[in-house]
């Protein structure tokens, strides 16, 4: 490789890795952990699915109990299957019947009249900020209502029956999977047009995937020579490298694969724009329906009860026998109690059984007919085959526990990489060559990446163990307990400005607080391992196996990094013992010139180090 190309590459790939990767360490730890998401939810509430089951006529059941307290009639329900197959989002829009809709914004405007003078008989300052606190938790409530107050938006749980607000009902896993994609973010008011977190998580996606590329490019020549090169008895730096450019390449199909997905997932919105100016007349509505996401059909409400008796459980019932091999994903309900009420299926095939196959069917209740139907196991559309291609490979949820655990390695293994790329940044550019202030700046940057990587790991086990301990968890605790100790521990680490010390502490108290964690849940719920592994929980053991193991590899890193500090340090103290009585017995200063055989000349001392020692000694 010529000099040109090669300084084009190596340019191209240390300057978009630096640009992102504190952003991308926080997706891939959050991403890592996300595939366990179902899992974790399991651990958390101590229930374990167990292939949760139930019957459809459930979803009768939860219609009439809603329409005890809200009227129905003309409205669309829509039911958002989740992951692990039996918990559903329930999503209830508002009225087409005007009648029904002039009866909500009434009550809404009795409930409006009494808040009012609720705050004339009380003190009004605090009545103002606890209406103004319930309006900001509204509106931050993230999915759903979209600031309708006659729509409803909630969790239901239909093996156990139990509707849960999203707020009330969020969960770490919830948490770590909206994370990976920078949701949280969304929440802190930049207007970009779309959201912000989507957007900088699709940004960086797509930055990633120059660094990888160009990353590979770099490597090309010694790809072959350098791919089982690891020498982990040498100095720090040289460890570095060894494990940046091993597991680089290793995890390079992954790693390639993710930012390649998460682009198209993360980033659709971006490329369907243009398509829905130029083919839909701008309306990107229709454009997510013609590619399945969603089915926003309107059909014209007739003000006309439905004399015919339907029953949602039958219905699924009845689709389940036509489609064996297949699974819900979404039930559309279209104006509800009208004789215009139609039912849109969307289901999906199982792994087992056909990798990408989706199915879709369109029912007019009125006169029990099938408006159209198209199988969910049979005649796959390139289509289907392209976004469940994309989804399974994201997801990992098509080889059960070996593959999430797989990717969960890879994840973790990227991390890893990230970690060592910062630190060959550092080290390549902390010379005395280099301006003062421009290494000054340096060590900063890579000390704040470096501090808000590495106190990840125990911020997350320590959020494990409040989870387990609080006795009430919402979406508001987790938050606070996350981002405040993850936010005071990495300033801490910021300030002490030890990248050395920040590596060593992050990785002690990550791993003893992962220990902690199947220990504190088995004193609060009793689940011991040995327990889970008995009943058959397997969700539960497997987050705390994961814990456990994270632990123990962790305090295995642990000790032999401190091995190896103790050890260069002890060399470095006999060299400089060595110097030092060469230099006295030769008469040599140290002010000399080292080229003339008058001494060498000491390297200058940084003031951004502490105790005069390398601020990049691990």
Same mark, same amino acid.
């Not at 890795?17 to 952990?33: E, T």
């Not at 900020?129 to 749980?157: I, L």
């Not at 450019?245 to 997932?265: D, E, K, S």
């Given at each position: 490789?010529?000099?040109?190309?090669?300084?084009?590459?190596?340019?191209?790939?240390?300057?978009?890795?630096?640009?992102?990767?504190?952003?991308?360490?926080?997706?891939?730890?959050?991403?890592?952990?996300?595939?366990?998401?179902?899992?974790?939810?399991?651990?958390?509430?101590?229930?374990?699915?167990?292939?949760?089951?139930?019957?459809?006529?459930?979803?009768?059941?939860?219609?009439?109990?809603?329409?005890?307290?809200?009227?129905?009639?003309?409205?669309?329900?829509?039911?958002?299957?989740?992951?692990?197959?039996?918990?559903?989002?329930?999503?209830?829009?508002?009225?087409?019947?005007?009648?029904?809709?002039?009866?909500?914004?009434?009550?809404?405007?009795?409930?409006?009249?009494? =808040?009012?003078?609720? *705050?004339?008989?009380?003190?009004?300052?605090?009545?103002?900020?606890?209406?103004?606190?319930?309006?900001?938790?509204?509106?931050?409530?993230?999915?759903?209502?979209?600031?309708? =107050?006659?729509?409803?938006?909630?969790?239901?749980?239909?093996?156990?029956?139990?509707?849960?607000?999203? +707020?009330?009902?969020?969960?770490?896993?919830?948490?770590?999977?909206?994370?990976?994609?920078?949701?949280?973010?969304?929440?802190?008011?930049?207007?970009?047009?779309? $959201?912000?977190?989507?957007? *900088?998580?699709?940004?960086?996606?797509? /930055? &990633?995937?120059?660094?990888?590329?160009?990353?590979? @490019?770099?490597?090309?020549?010694?790809?072959?020579?350098?791919?089982?090169?690891?020498?982990?008895?040498?100095?720090?730096?040289?460890?570095?490298?060894?494990?940046?450019?091993?597991?680089?390449?290793?995890?390079?199909?992954?790693?390639?694969?993710?930012?390649?997905?998460?682009?198209?997932?993360?980033?659709?919105?971006?490329?369907? /724009? $243009?398509?829905?100016?130029?083919?839909?007349?701008?309306?990107?509505?229709?454009?997510?329906?013609?590619?399945?996401?969603?089915?926003?059909?309107?059909?014209?409400?007739?003000?006309?009860?439905?004399?015919?008796?339907?029953? @949602?459980?039958?219905?699924?019932?009845?689709?389940?026998?036509?489609?064996?091999?297949?699974? @819900?994903?979404? /039930?559309?309900?279209?104006?509800?109690?009208?004789?215009?009420?139609?039912?849109?299926?969307?289901?999906?095939?199982?792994?087992?059984?056909?990798?990408?196959?989706?199915?879709?069917?369109?029912?007019?209740?009125?006169?029990?007919?099938?408006?159209?139907?198209?199988?969910?196991?049979?005649?796959?559309?390139?289509?289907?085959? @392209?976004?469940?291609?994309?989804?399974?490979?994201?997801?990992?949820?098509?080889?059960?526990?070996?593959?999430?655990?797989?990717?969960?390695?890879?994840?973790?293994?990227?991390?890893?990489?990230?970690? +060592?790329?910062?630190?060959?940044?550092?080290?390549?550019?902390?010379?005395?060559?280099?301006?003062?202030?421009?290494? /000054?700046?340096? &060590?900063?940057?890579?000390?704040?990446?470096?501090?808000?990587?590495?106190?990840?790991?125990?911020?997350?086990?320590?959020?494990?163990?409040?989870?387990?301990?609080?006795?009430?968890?919402?979406? $508001?605790?987790?938050?606070?307990?996350?981002?405040?100790?993850?936010?005071?521990?990495?300033?801490?680490?910021?300030?002490?400005?030890?990248?050395?010390?920040?590596?060593?502490?992050?990785?002690?108290?990550?791993?003893? *607080?992962?220990?902690?964690?199947?220990?504190?849940?088995?004193?609060?719920?009793?689940?011991?391992?040995? =327990?889970?592994?008995?009943?058959?929980?397997?969700?539960?053991?497997?987050?705390?196996?994961?814990?456990?193991?994270?632990?123990?590899?962790? *305090?295995?890193?642990?000790?032999?990094?401190?091995?190896?500090?103790?050890?260069?340090?002890?060399?470095?103290?006999?060299?400089?013992?060595?110097?030092?009585?060469?230099?006295?017995?030769?008469?040599?200063?140290?002010?000399?010139?080292?080229?003339?055989?008058?001494?060498?000349?000491? $390297?200058?001392?940084?003031?951004?180090?502490?105790?005069?020692?390398?601020?990049?000694?691990?």
């Amino acid at each position: 490789m010529n000099l040109r190309r090669y300084n084009i590459y190596f340019n191209t790939h240390t300057i978009s890795g630096i640009i992102i990767c504190a952003i991308l360490y926080v997706i891939f730890f959050a991403g890592s952990f996300s595939f366990f998401k179902n899992e974790i939810n399991a651990w958390q509430k101590n229930e374990s699915d167990k292939g949760g089951t139930y019957r459809n006529i459930v979803f009768d059941h939860l219609l009439d109990s809603i329409g005890r307290i809200k009227e129905l009639k003309g409205r669309d329900i829509t039911f958002y299957m989740q992951h692990n197959g039996h918990s559903s989002y329930v999503n209830i829009g508002a009225s087409q019947d005007t009648i029904v809709a002039n009866k909500a914004r009434a009550i809404a405007a009795q409930k409006e009249l009494a =808040e009012k003078k609720q *705050l004339a008989v009380t003190d009004k300052g605090a009545a103002v900020e606890d209406a103004k606190a319930k309006d900001e938790k509204k509106k931050k409530s993230g999915r759903g209502r979209r600031g309708n =107050e006659d729509s409803m938006y909630f969790s239901y749980d239909l093996a156990t029956k139990k509707p849960s607000d999203y +707020s009330d009902g969020y969960t770490m896993g919830e948490f770590l999977y909206r994370l990976h994609f920078l949701a949280p973010l969304n929440q802190i008011g930049i207007n970009i047009g779309r $959201p912000f977190g989507y957007t *900088l998580a699709g940004l960086v996606s797509f /930055i &990633f995937l120059f660094a990888l590329i160009s990353g590979l @490019m770099l490597h090309w020549d010694k790809i072959k020579s350098n791919f089982f090169v690891f020498r982990p008895g040498n100095k720090w730096k040289t460890i570095w490298t060894d494990m940046h450019t091993a597991l680089g390449v290793i995890g390079f199909p992954y790693q390639f694969m993710y930012a390649l997905t998460g682009i198209v997932l993360i980033v659709n919105s971006v490329l369907i /724009i $243009p398509f829905s100016k130029y083919l839909y007349d701008g309306k990107q509505d229709e454009v997510y329906a013609a590619l399945g996401y969603n089915d926003n059909t309107k059909y014209t409400y007739l003000y006309e009860p439905l004399t015919t008796t339907f029953n @949602m459980g039958d219905f699924l019932d009845k689709l389940e026998k036509k489609w064996p091999n297949s699974h @819900m994903n979404r /039930i559309f309900v279209k104006n509800y109690g009208d004789k215009s009420m139609h039912v849109v299926a969307l289901y999906d095939a199982n792994i087992d059984k056909n990798f990408a196959g989706s199915g879709r069917l369109i029912y007019r209740v009125a006169d029990n007919k099938i408006l159209f139907e198209k199988s969910a196991a049979e005649n796959g559309s390139y289509l289907d085959y @392209m976004k469940g291609f994309i989804y399974r490979l994201h997801l990992a949820d098509f080889g059960g526990y070996p593959v999430k655990i797989i990717y969960f390695v890879l994840g973790i293994m990227g991390c890893f990489v990230i970690i +060592s790329g910062i630190l060959i940044w550092l080290v390549a550019r902390d010379k005395t060559n280099i301006p003062k202030r421009k290494r /000054i700046f340096n &060590f900063w940057a890579a000390n704040v990446f470096m501090a808000s990587c590495l106190t990840m790991f125990p911020v997350t086990a320590m959020t494990f163990i409040a989870v387990k301990l609080a006795t009430k968890v919402d979406q $508001p605790f987790i938050f606070h307990v996350y981002f405040y100790s993850w936010l005071a521990l990495g300033i801490f680490y910021i300030i002490r400005r030890n990248i050395g010390k920040t590596n060593l502490e992050t990785l002690l108290l990550g791993s003893v *607080l992962s220990l902690a964690v199947p220990i504190v849940n088995g004193i609060k719920t009793g689940s011991w391992i040995w =327990e889970t592994y008995r009943s058959g929980s397997n969700d539960i053991l497997l987050v705390d196996l994961l814990w456990l193991s994270l632990g123990i590899i962790g *305090l295995l890193i642990f000790k032999r990094m401190l091995q190896m500090t103790k050890k260069e340090n002890v060399n470095g103290k006999k060299a400089s013992g060595k110097t030092t009585k060469s230099n006295t017995k030769s008469g040599n200063s140290n002010d000399g010139d080292s080229a003339t055989g008058t001494g060498s000349p000491l $390297p200058p001392k940084r003031a951004f180090a502490l105790k005069n020692k390398p601020a990049t000694e691990i």
